[in-house]
């Protein structure tokens, strides 16, 4: 299977959205995003979702934030193409750019810029799942950030005692096999970084 990675520009926005809205959620996944909610801050979120439009469609809502968020490169990240179609998504962005108070209860901001690189979340197309899709995306994330300049990469997964199926931060054991070492440990939230300098 060739798996071509492409970073997230305006010209992808028809793609990015056709992979959320027809095979990022086809396995009854209990989430229905586009992932921008980590870019948000609280009050980014409740203007946004605070709208009367908000109340008569969500679904449209929420894609308009992504779609401005995408279009002023805000919203950053990789999507996975196989034969042409994009089956995955990895958010992926200079800690510095996200919000200091975020709307999302975890903390990713740090204020240095081009120091870390955060992995925030994935998202792959159940039919392509356990097939090195996230792995693809994740060496795509650290080989991007050694030429840009970054110092570490910085990645957020969640222990758990058994598999999750939609693990959206991806399981630790990803980011060891890529050379993480986990840094600290919050309940079972674990901050985990890999150094490239």
């Not at 305006?10 to 959320?20: G, V």
């Not at 979120?45 to 968020?69: F, L, T």
Request: charged share 25%.
């Amino acid at each position: 299977m060739n798996v071509i990675i492409k970073p997230l520009t305006p010209e992808l926005c028809a793609d990015y959205f056709d992979f959320f809205e027809n095979r990022a959620f086809t396995d009854d996944s209990p989430y229905r995003c586009y992932c921008h909610m980590y870019q948000m801050t609280k009050e980014q979120y409740q203007a946004a979702y605070d709208k009367a439009q908000m109340q008569q469609d969500p679904g449209r809502a929420s894609r308009e934030v992504a779609e401005r968020q995408i279009a002023d490169g805000v919203l950053r990240g990789y999507l996975a193409y196989v034969d042409g179609k994009s089956v995955g998504w990895c958010n992926a962005n200079d800690r510095a750019n996200y919000p200091v108070e975020p709307a999302y209860d975890v903390p990713f901001y740090a204020p240095a810029e081009n120091h870390e690189k955060a992995v925030v979340c994935f998202e792959i197309a159940p039919e392509y799942r356990g097939k090195g899709i996230a792995t693809a995306l994740l060496n795509r994330v650290i080989a991007d950030a050694k030429i840009e300049g970054y110092l570490a990469v910085i990645s957020f997964p969640v222990v758990r005692s058994e598999r999750y199926e939609w693990d959206c931060q991806g399981p630790a054991r990803l980011y060891e096999k890529a050379g993480f070492v986990k840094v600290t440990q919050q309940g079972e939230r674990v901050t985990m970084k890999k150094a490239l300098k």
